[in-house]
């Protein structure tokens, strides 16, 4: 993010992949991917009771992913290309074994997922490439739809348990109408994209969904957590699918610039969401209390302000737009060098209770 913020106030030359291109590609497929790997390694292993990889294994798919970022800096196109398809196909491999095995039927789509992950991302370097035109936009935004719909489900799964467990009497529910609409809207979505539909049926979908997901997250009782940080940093995070979906809307008619729906989403929820459960999971693999300190609290809150920042100021301060950006990207930044400063520490010690790990 920094080296994006140095680029785009022109204090860095383009990168290889030129801009905007280069940046949407490593915090999506880069950053995003790999915090989705991570988060499903650990799932998939309580949820099939069998282990996802570790060691040598683990080793190797840490270093394919680091592989693909330095590689897009080279001119070797082909090879990045076939390293970063490779990364969420190791993934699916990763978690597709212990589901398998075990019969773990419900989440045999997070490898159908991963696997149209890989065909987005190889998608998009092709078309970099110009061997094939057109489909660098559609690999992008497929990626983001894939990356949204997953969010989307282990949010509808943790954040009314996590409600529940940390609210006493928030009373968080969910409605099984509301949850096949509002994901199956994102599910539609992701289908326009890669068919290309555009205009007034991208955009009537784009805020049908917005309303299902609005009226999702008023079953979670988003105001009862406001005491609880570890709590309201998630419903924050969701509270931006919203305005993404809104915002989706009526860029698909004009009406405001597809940016601010893009960074809608990869702020507010991605970066939100990841870094609110990063800190609760952090604690709770650590043998940690669940209770926010002072440094979660500040890297919740500069999210927040970054995200408000590109979004509500790219919407009202367009003549400061540059401005807002780089405002932006180091509000972002500073937020999760947080995350570093304080769980570094944490995360390379033993858990504090003396149980492995």
Same mark, same amino acid.
């Given at each position: 993010?920094?080296?994006?913020?140095?680029?785009?106030?022109?204090?860095?030359?383009?990168?290889?992949?030129?801009?905007?291109?280069?940046?949407?590609?490593?915090?999506?497929?880069?950053?995003?991917?790999?915090?989705?790997?991570?988060?499903?390694?650990?799932?998939?292993?309580?949820?099939?009771?069998?282990?996802?990889?570790?060691?040598?294994?683990?080793?190797?798919?840490?270093?394919?992913?680091?592989?693909?970022?330095?590689?897009?800096?080279?001119?070797?196109? +082909?090879? &990045?290309?076939?390293?970063?398809? $490779? /990364?969420?196909? @190791? =993934?699916?491999? #990763?978690?597709?074994? %212990?589901? !398998?095995?075990?019969?773990?039927?419900?989440?045999?789509?997070?490898?159908?997922?991963?696997?149209?992950?890989?065909?987005?991302?190889?998608?998009?370097?092709?078309?970099?490439?110009?061997?094939?035109?057109?489909?660098?936009?559609?690999? +992008?935004? &497929?990626?983001?739809?894939?990356? $949204? /719909?997953?969010? @989307? =489900?282990?949010? #509808?799964?943790?954040? %009314?348990? !996590?409600?529940?467990?940390?609210?006493?009497?928030?009373?968080?529910?969910?409605?099984?109408?509301?949850?096949?609409?509002?994901?199956?809207?994102?599910?539609?979505?992701?289908?326009?994209?890669?068919?290309?539909?555009?205009?007034?049926? +991208?955009?009537?979908?784009?805020?049908?969904?917005?309303?299902?997901? @609005?009226?999702?997250?008023?079953?979670?009782? %988003?105001?009862?957590?406001?005491?609880?940080?570890?709590?309201?940093?998630?419903?924050?995070?969701?509270?931006?699918?919203?305005?993404?979906?809104?915002?989706?809307?009526?860029?698909?008619?004009?009406?405001?610039?597809?940016?601010?729906?893009?960074?809608?989403?990869?702020?507010?929820?991605?970066?939100?969401?990841?870094?609110?459960?990063?800190?609760?999971?952090?604690?709770?693999?650590?043998?940690?209390?669940?209770?926010?300190?002072?440094?979660?609290?500040?890297?919740?809150?500069?999210?927040?302000?970054?995200?408000?920042?590109?979004?509500?100021?790219?919407?009202?301060?367009?003549?400061?737009?540059?401005?807002?950006?780089?405002?932006?990207?180091?509000?972002?930044?500073?937020?999760?060098?947080?995350?570093?400063?304080?769980?570094?520490?944490?995360?390379?010690?033993?858990?504090?209770?003396?149980?492995?790990?």
């Amino acid at each position: 993010m920094p080296l994006w913020v140095l680029q785009y106030a022109g204090a860095l030359p383009a990168m290889v992949l030129r801009g905007p291109a280069w940046h949407g590609h490593e915090m999506l497929f880069g950053f995003a991917f790999a915090v989705v790997a991570g988060f499903l390694f650990t799932a998939v292993r309580n949820w099939s009771q069998r282990d996802t990889p570790t060691g040598a294994a683990l080793a190797a798919i840490a270093l394919l992913w680091i592989a693909g970022r330095v590689l897009v800096f080279t001119p070797f196109t +082909l090879t &990045a290309a076939a390293v970063n398809a $490779l /990364f969420p196909l @190791a =993934v699916a491999v #990763g978690i597709g074994v %212990p589901l !398998f095995a075990s019969g773990n039927r419900r989440n045999y789509f997070f490898v159908a997922l991963l696997v149209a992950a890989s065909a987005a991302v190889l998608a998009f370097h092709l078309a970099g490439a110009g061997i094939v035109a057109g489909s660098g936009r559609v690999g +992008l935004q &497929a990626g983001l739809d894939i990356v $949204l /719909f997953i969010v @989307a =489900v282990i949010a #509808g799964r943790v954040i %009314p348990m !996590f409600t529940n467990n940390g609210v006493p009497g928030a009373g968080a529910s969910r409605k099984p109408w509301i949850e096949k609409a509002a994901l199956g809207s994102l599910l539609g979505l992701l289908a326009f994209d890669v068919a290309g539909v555009g205009g007034t049926p +991208l955009a009537l979908l784009a805020l049908a969904a917005a309303v299902a997901h @609005a009226a999702r997250l008023w079953l979670w009782r %988003p105001w009862r957590t406001l005491g609880t940080p570890l709590v309201w940093v998630l419903h924050a995070a969701y509270a931006w699918v919203v305005v993404h979906l809104a915002l989706r809307g009526l860029a698909a008619w004009g009406v405001v610039g597809e940016p601010l729906a893009i960074h809608a989403l990869t702020i507010g929820v991605i970066g939100g969401m990841t870094l609110g459960m990063m800190t609760r999971t952090a604690r709770g693999h650590t043998g940690r209390a669940l209770e926010a300190d002072g440094y979660e609290v500040a890297g919740y809150v500069l999210v927040q302000l970054a995200a408000l920042t590109r979004v509500v100021g790219g919407l009202s301060a367009s003549s400061l737009y540059l401005e807002t950006v780089v405002a932006s990207g180091l509000l972002w930044s500073a937020a999760f060098a947080l995350y570093f400063v304080r769980y570094w520490p944490v995360l390379t010690r033993a858990r504090v209770d003396g149980k492995p790990g």
